[in-house]
Structures are given as structure tokens and as C-alpha cells.
């Protein structure tokens, strides 16, 4: 593929169409003059003449690039806003370019609409000699001027041509004074809106914040305050597990809970003030009028006062309880922090008092009752035993059997002996006989000793009866002193569940009365008071801001 070799382009300018050095169609150039014979046009191959032929190679590319007439006028007015003078809307577009400025990006085509509204001065005309959309008639060619094409933006006299009113020289474009009178506004409006920022600022952040800084410094009356420490702790007990969490801060974290409670609690502070006149100390007329509690204050008012003045912590890692306590002298400020610690452990100590006195109480009934018991038992055993005459129905009982035993034994070799006598052919009557009169006595006497067994030989009844009689009282007195020891077993239990559950209170910081006021604290209150009036405005304009945007939208 050939392509066709690319000459540079010269551009010849002429004065009033006439030819340089020539007035009236004469050469007017002398010879020893500096005249070149070219005029203004630049001689071949300088530097001026190759910057013109690269301006003449990016014109061309330009106007291959399609624009309308409407992006082309728009060029020109931007090129005459930043202070350029284009002799052509193409060579505007070029010296936007070469200036790193886009003629066609949105912004600077609504900057350049808006400043044309707003500038008192009407907007300028298009130049005679400008350079036309397609369609529109164009100027007419001026004798000496390049070949023009019909229906295309055409190059003009920079000199003559330009659009808008004339601009003597050096007074710069034509909208330099409308720039400056709306930068000139700009600022101005900038600073009224500083200053009513800073009005405002003073008004409600620096003004209320100053007032408080001087109410802490010079106005507030200085309190005294006496901090504490101490734990709610509980009987050790080596007898017992005492649970799985006994010897933790987690076993009395509910009686830290309440003692908590009860010292923020009214009443601590209607017994705090019947015993110790907490009305009367903070009713001085010398405290301030922020601090003062009136005479004829209400409860509520007084229990609001009392809030703040006495703060109680609780540290459920370490079972701590922290308590400060804020008074007009260090004195009191001591006074009522022992009060408060004493009143916490009368709390303390009547939070389990009644759930140990059930324990004890039915375990001591129970006691009472089983030795009572065990008592009657053991009457009706001896009684048994005197009405019977009998010490121990077991042990007659068995001399009895012994004694029957021995007697059949006897009885026994007796009838061997007869038994013998009677197997002689001639037997001796007077032995038999006294054999048969041995059998017959030991006989009755077995039967003697074993109707007393059995038989009701007496008002008392048969031995046997009554052994079983007492019998049955001495297990009745087995069974009431074994429930006696089992009693005795659970009131010993009930009584070291008792003791494990005494709670006390350990003080680790004792309170000790200050010789310096605490409060106030002059700077950490003052820009306390400071962030919290800037939070304040921050967000109340805000809320302006986004309400006035929505009614506005």
C-alpha cells in the first residue's frame, strides 16, 4: 500500500490583503533593511515555521474528528474564558488541548453556561468572520485568503474576527471583570458564613462552656471527699465442701448485689438523715445554690442530692465494693462513710439471720422431740421391770431352761437306772420302787418349771409374756434413741450450715477523711462541658442541614 508523501503547510498572513512591503501595489522594502521580503509569514524551516506546520497537522486532525457547530462554539467561549486568543473554534480546541484542559467535559461546559448567566453583560456575538455551523451562510473570502470550502468552519483574522464587543489592548478578555466580581462574591460570602460560624460557635458552644468554667472555678463550694473499700465475706467451714464456688467472689456476689442496692437505696439515706442530719449539713446557706439542698425539700429532691453525692461500685471479678462519699467538710464526708459501712453490715448480716434461725429451729424441734421420745421409752422399760420384779426377762428365762434341762438329765439316768433293774429276772422291789418314785418327782418338777414358762401363774402373767412385753419396750427404746442420735446428727448439720452462712464485712481501705477539697475539678469539668456543648450543636446543625436539604429537594 502507498501512501501519498505529506508536505508541511505554510500559512501566509496578510495586512489588509495586500502583499508585505508593498503599499498601493509597490515594494516598499529598501535594500540594508532587516525586510526579508516575507513579511509576517515565517521563513521555511524555522522554528516558527515548524510550530506552525505541528498547529496545522492538529487542526487537521481535528477536523477529521467530526464536531458539530454547537462543541466548536462551546470551545472557543471556554478557550476565551481561560484568556485565549484562537483564531479558529478548531485552534481553540487545540489550545485547550495543549493546556490539558477537555473541551467537551460536562463540568467545564456547566461552568462556562452558569457563568454566562450569571454576568451582567449580555453574552457576546458571534464574530462576522467566525466560523460557521454546516447549513449557515459564511463570511465571504477576503481578497489573498486560502481557497475556502463551503459549509465548514473557515480560519479568520485573529485581528478582526474575534467575537463579542472590541477589547482595547491589554485590557484583557472580555469576562476577566465578570470573574472577578463573582470571585470577589465568592469570598465574600465565605466570610460571612465564617463569621456566622464563629457567631454561633460563641453563642452556644464557647460562651455556655466559659460560663461553666467559671462557676467550677470561682462559684462552686469545694466538697470533701472519703472513698472505701470492702468485701462481703462468709465463714470459713473445714467441715463442709461448702460448694463447688465456696471460697470465690462468686459466692457472695449476691449479697455484694444487695448491699449495693441498700446503700443507694432511700432508705439508707432517711436512716442517714434521722441519725446524722444529712438535710441539715447540706443546707448551709454558704453552699452554693446548685449544691444546696432546701429545708422544705421533698424526699425526692433530697434522694436526687444523695445520688450524687454518694457512689457505690461493685467489681464482680475481684467481689469488691468501692464506696465514695462527697461532704461539705472532710469530717462528715468520714462520718458518713462509717455510717453507711455500718449500716451495710447490719444488712448484711440480717440478709441470712432468718433463714438461719428456720434451720436451727426445726432441727432443735426435731431434737427435742426424738429425746422426749427415748425418755418415755426408757420409763416404760423400767416400769416393766419393777412391775414384774424381773431385771432381765432373757436371763430368767434361761435359768429357768438350765434348770429344766438339768432335770431332764436326771430324769434320763433315772429311767436307765429302772430300765437296768427291771431287766434282772428277780428285780429288787425297793430299788425299783425308789426309781419309779425319782422319775415320778422329776417329772413334776419339769412340769413345774415349764408351766411357769407358759402358764398365767400370777397377776403378772407367764414368763414369757413378760418377756415379751419388755422385749417390746427395750426395741421401742432401741428405735426412739436411735432417732434421737440422728436428730442430734442434723441439728450439728443445721448448725454448720448455719455458721457457713454468717456473712461479715472485711474492710480493705478504711475511711480516712481528706485535708484537700476534691471537687470541683476545674479543667476535667470545663471541657467536659465543652465536648458536650460541641456534641450538642454538632448535632442539632446536622439535623438542620438534612431537614432543610429534604424540604429543599
Do not use: W
Not at 134 to 163: E, I, M, S, Y
Amino acid at each position: 500500500m502507498t501512501t501519498n508523501p505529506k508536505a508541511p503547510k505554510f500559512r501566509i498572513r496578510r495586512s489588509s490583503g495586500r502583499a508585505p512591503g508593498t503599499e498601493g501595489g509597490e515594494d516598499r522594502s529598501l535594500p540594508g533593511t532587516s525586510e526579508d521580503g516575507f513579511g509576517d509569514m515565517a521563513f521555511p524551516g524555522s522554528a516558527k515555521a515548524d510550530t506552525e506546520a505541528a498547529s496545522e497537522t492538529s487542526i487537521s486532525q481535528i477536523r477529521r474528528e467530526g464536531l458539530t457547530g454547537r462543541q466548536l462554539r462551546m470551545a472557543r467561549r471556554l478557550a476565551q474564558k481561560h484568556g485565549m486568543t484562537p483564531s479558529s473554534d478548531f485552534d481553540a480546541v487545540r489550545l485547550l488541548r495543549d493546556r490539558g484542559i477537555d473541551p467537551f467535559d460536562r463540568a467545564n461546559m456547566i461552568e462556562l453556561v452558569h457563568a454566562r448567566d450569571t454576568s451582567d453583560s449580555p453574552a457576546p456575538a458571534a464574530a462576522a468572520g467566525q466560523a460557521q455551523p454546516q447549513g449557515q451562510q459564511a463570511q465571504p473570502a477576503q481578497p489573498g485568503d486560502a481557497p475556502r470550502r463551503a459549509g465548514l468552519p473557515q480560519t479568520v483574522d485573529p485581528k478582526r474576527n474575534l467575537p463579542g464587543e472590541h477589547i482595547p489592548a491589554g485590557s484583557g478578555p472580555a469576562n476577566l471583570h465578570d470573574i472577578e466580581r463573582i470571585q470577589r462574591d465568592i469570598i465574600r460570602r465565605r466570610r460571612r458564613k465564617l463569621a456566622l460560624l464563629g457567631l454561633r460557635l460563641t453563642l452556644f458552644v464557647f460562651l455556655p462552656t466559659m460560663i461553666c468554667g467559671y462557676y467550677f472555678a470561682y462559684l462552686a463550694t469545694p466538697s470533701y471527699a472519703t472513698k472505701s473499700e470492702f468485701i462481703v465475706q462468709q465463714a470459713e467451714v473445714t467441715s463442709g465442701t461448702g460448694g463447688l464456688l465456696g471460697g470465690t467472689a462468686m459466692a457472695t456476689s449476691q449479697d455484694s448485689i444487695l448491699v449495693q442496692d441498700y446503700l443507694t437505696s432511700r432508705g439508707a439515706l432517711q436512716r442517714l438523715d434521722s441519725e446524722y442530719g444529712y438535710r441539715e449539713h447540706f443546707s448551709d446557706p454558704s453552699v452554693d445554690s446548685l449544691q444546696r439542698v432546701m429545708p422544705d425539700a421533698t424526699n425526692e429532691a433530697l434522694y436526687k442530692h444523695y445520688q450524687k453525692h454518694v457512689k457505690v461500685g461493685y467489681d464482680p471479678t475481684e467481689g469488691v465494693l468501692r464506696m465514695e462519699v462527697s461532704a461539705l467538710s472532710p469530717e462528715m464526708s468520714r462520718v458518713f462513710s462509717e455510717a453507711l459501712i455500718g449500716y451495710s453490715e447490719e444488712r448484711v448480716d440480717q440478709i441470712t439471720e432468718r433463714k438461719r434461725a428456720d434451720q436451727m429451729r426445726g432441727a432443735n424441734e426435731t431434737f427435742e422431740d426424738a429425746d422426749r421420745k427415748m425418755l418415755e421409752a426408757q420409763e416404760k422399760v423400767l416400769a416393766l421391770q419393777e412391775q414384774m420384779g424381773v431385771l432381765d426377762p432373757q436371763s430368767e428365762t434361761a435359768g429357768v431352761m438350765s434348770q429344766v434341762n438339768a432335770l431332764e438329765t436326771q430324769l434320763t439316768e433315772k429311767r436307765l437306772q429302772l430300765s437296768q433293774l427291771m431287766d434282772n429276772a428277780r428285780p429288787n422291789q425297793a430299788r425299783v420302787a425308789g426309781a419309779e418314785g425319782d422319775i415320778e418327782r422329776l417329772e413334776t418338777l419339769i412340769a413345774d418349771l415349764r408351766s411357769q414358762l407358759t402358764e398365767q401363774g400370777s397377776t403378772q402373767g407367764s414368763l414369757a409374756s413378760m418377756t415379751s412385753r419388755l422385749r417390746m419396750a427395750e426395741v421401742e427404746l432401741e428405735t426412739r434413741t436411735m432417732m434421737m442420735q440422728e436428730s442430734l446428727q442434723q441439728l450439728e448439720a443445721a448448725r454448720i450450715e448455719a455458721n457457713r452462712q454468717v456473712r461479715f464485712l472485711s474492710i480493705g481501705v478504711s475511711p480516712v477523711a481528706p485535708d484537700e477539697p476534691t471537687y470541683p475539678k476545674v479543667f476535667e469539668n470545663t471541657l467536659i462541658a465543652l465536648l458536650i456543648f460541641g456534641a450538642i450543636y454538632l448535632l442539632v446543625s446536622v439535623t438542620v442541614q438534612v431537614l432543610r436539604e429534604q424540604v429543599s429537594s
